[in-house]
């Protein structure tokens, strides 16, 4: 019998000792199940305790068994650590976000078949034929595989009902794994060439390049190449990707360029059986390509020789919550401790790469043009929002360019960053607003069913008759969602197809992919959407982009958020005009004059970045300084305020020698209450990192030892968002 050390995945001190018997093996790394109190949980074993044994304490419990996948590799124990040490939590909740789901209880089996699209296969066509009426369900799911043809649909996308009817399906041999439906890759011009040869010639050793790259310039097929090149050498590639809409596409071009190689996917959406058995394929060495979102830069590749972060800027790379980590950040940090070389790509690198690039710490290889030499870059209109013509929320002039496209055939995106019929209800007398009782916000307005939501806390009601102040039945929806678009379009252009895409048309698994798939076959005239449309979906035939509602953004108080338009600008615009047919796009907004608007216009992201540069500069902002952020929450306001203005008292105390950190006034968060909790923050700011990390090493112990119960607290370093 020997003892080990083990992390769980808890906040607070989050490693204990327990033992294991002679006769089971756990050196570091092992995943193990075990009791902490009562509660089951999962932990990896970090250390052994050498010379302990059973009778030195008697508090040292038996582990429950050891879980059979292969332990956790060093490099990665080694992020997982880094990853606690730099974000302030503990080393077993870090460590968390590398062991695959393997459930408490007992390991579940795998539910589905281990392919990522599957088609029917020709005895499933026959077997399959004279299903019986009732088994609608059924005849469903083997009608949306025959209407796939070849392409097949993805394993990823089906509800549980579906999955398991799948999993019989594939044990009686009535599906089969699909072929890549994507064709051969093309040969790459020669700015891919290039990019091509400087990420192969920086192989076997830490290497940070930036592939800036309009939209359409064949970034893909760059990752693909290099990729390729990597494998051929033996070597295993990670690509983070920052949504998982994105993967199943994504997948099947790689397969097409990658044939005969073995691709996994890891992302959340994943049965558990699934992810595990990819995660199992990637420690193998049996997967040649992991493709996957933020937490697949855990994953396990003995033979790692090239990571790929696409779309570097996106902030969905920054977990929110929990363990608040940039998953870009640590693969640029796994490159560098596994000596391989890492490529950001994006059509609009953070300010943060930039500065780097500048700084001649990151290669820079550019894409300066659109791959398809008859692709154009679009031809760009900024609309003032109100003309005569204008209604519903739609200008004279964008109504005009809908309308000339339905003429051609071709098809339209209307972009507006809010989902619902309208983000409010007004009282026309009083100027009463529906708001959340839960929250600090407006409740949205959305209809079929007609209710009022709310888009932070998930509160719903149904839509009162009257204004509860003054009795009015004259309340107006104000401002226009997506719901609000779709309906006015429909109104307008009976006999056109139109298809939405919010985060309310895609709640089921798979309906995404199967909008995407309409889109493609032609079978939508005009797209509304959110910004879920923004990113890499590439459809031919779409000629127009109208952004609604740019201008919010223009308002708001967070300091990122001129960069953040103008990434989903350029994103949305790259939309229109991929291929032969010349692309427009229409930007409704009342500050033409806008850097942003200039930037879009002459299609230049470089010069803005350098000018939102000036103003980090000179406002001490990221990346020429560092942040680390404290939100509290709490019930009642008077705690919030209380620990808040303790935490800004001890961290002025908290100075270590030198100094040189800037400890702000504490203030309600943007959002002053969600969910009935009251929200404060405090920032604090300092030029140089370690003098940061120095405070941080002062302030947060002392943080910890105050007695405030009822407040909950995070401290979120280098935060998205203010
Ligand atoms: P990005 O990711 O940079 O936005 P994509 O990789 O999606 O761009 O490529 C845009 C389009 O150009 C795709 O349809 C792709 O097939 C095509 N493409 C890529 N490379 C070439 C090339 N060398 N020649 C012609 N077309 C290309
Ligand atoms: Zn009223
Ligand atoms: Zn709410």
Known sequence: MSVVRVAVPIAAES???????????????????????????????????????????????????????????????????????????????????????????????????????????????????????????????????????????????????????????????WLAEARADFPAPHLPNDAQRAAIEAIDAAAGR??????????????????????????????????????????????????AALPGRRIVTLHSALADGERRANWIAAARG??????GTRLAVFAPLPRLALVLVDEEHDASYKQQDGVRYNARDAAIWRARERDVPVVLGSATPSLETIEHGRRGRYARLVLPRRADERARPPAVRLVPPDDPQARDGVCG?????????????????????????APSLKCA?????????????????HREPARLRCHHCGHAERVAPACPDCGNVDLAARGHGTQRLEAALAASYPSARIARIDRDTTRTRGAFDELRRRVAADAVDILVGTQMLAKGHDFPRLTLVGVLGADNALYSADFRATERLAALLFQVAGRAGRAALPGEVIVQTAFASHPVCAALVADDYDTLAGRLLDERRLAQLPPYAHLALLTAEAPAREDVDAFLGDAHRAALGAQA??????????????????????????????????????????????????????????????????
């Not at 294991?20 to 902490?36: C, F, M, N």
């Open 15 to 173: 490693t204990f000792d327990y033992w294991v018997p002679d006769s089971v093996a756990a050196p570091v790394g092992t995943v193990v199940r075990l009791r902490l109190g009562r509660r089951r949980c999962v932990g990896v074993v970090v250390a052994g305790v050498p010379g302990a044994t059973r009778d030195d304490g008697t508090a040292i419990r038996p582990i429950d068994d050891v879980v059979d996948v292969p332990p956790i590799p060093p490099d990665v124990l080694a992020l997982a650590r880094f990853i606690a040490a730099y974000y302030r939590v503990s080393p077993g909740l870090a460590l968390a976000l590398a062991v695959p789901p393997v459930g408490a209880g007992r390991g579940r089996a795998a539910t589905a078949p281990m392919a990522d699209r599957i088609v029917l296969s020709d005895d499933g066509r026959r077997a399959l034929a004279a299903l019986a009426p009732r088994a609608a369900a059924s005849r469903d799911l083997r009608d949306r595989l025959e209407r796939a043809g070849a392409g097949g649909i993805t394993c990823a996308g089906l509800s549980d009902a579906d999955r398991r009817r799948v999993s019989a399906w594939w044990r009686s041999g």
């Open 206 to 255: 830490y290497a940070p390049l930036v592939l800036q790259g309009v939209t359409g310039s064949g970034k893909t097929d760059v990752y693909a190449q290099a990729a390729g090149r990597a494998i051929e050498r033996g070597g295993q590639v990670l690509l983070l990707v920052p949504e998982i809409n994105l993967t199943p596409q994504l997948t099947a071009r790689f397969a």
């Open 286 to 291: 049996e997967a040649a390509l992991v493709v």
């Open 397 to 421: 002039p964008l109504w005009a360019a809908i309308e000339a496209r339905l003429g051609r055939g071709e098809q339209s995106l209307v972009f507006v960053n809010r989902r619902g019929y």
């Open 429 to 445: 007398a009083c100027g009463w607003q529906a708001g959340c009782p839960r929250c600090a916000a407006r409740l949205v307005l």
């Open 657 to 722: 020698p030198g100094g040189g950190v800037t400890v702000h006034d504490p203030v309600p968060s943007l959002l002053a209450r969600r969910a009935d909790q009251e929200r404060g923050q405090l920032v604090v700011q300092s030029v140089r990192r370690a003098d940061l990390a120095a405070f941080l090493d002062i302030w947060l112990p002392a943080l910890r030892e105050r007695p405030h119960r009822r407040v909950r607290w995070a401290i979120d370093v280098d935060p998205a968002t203010l």
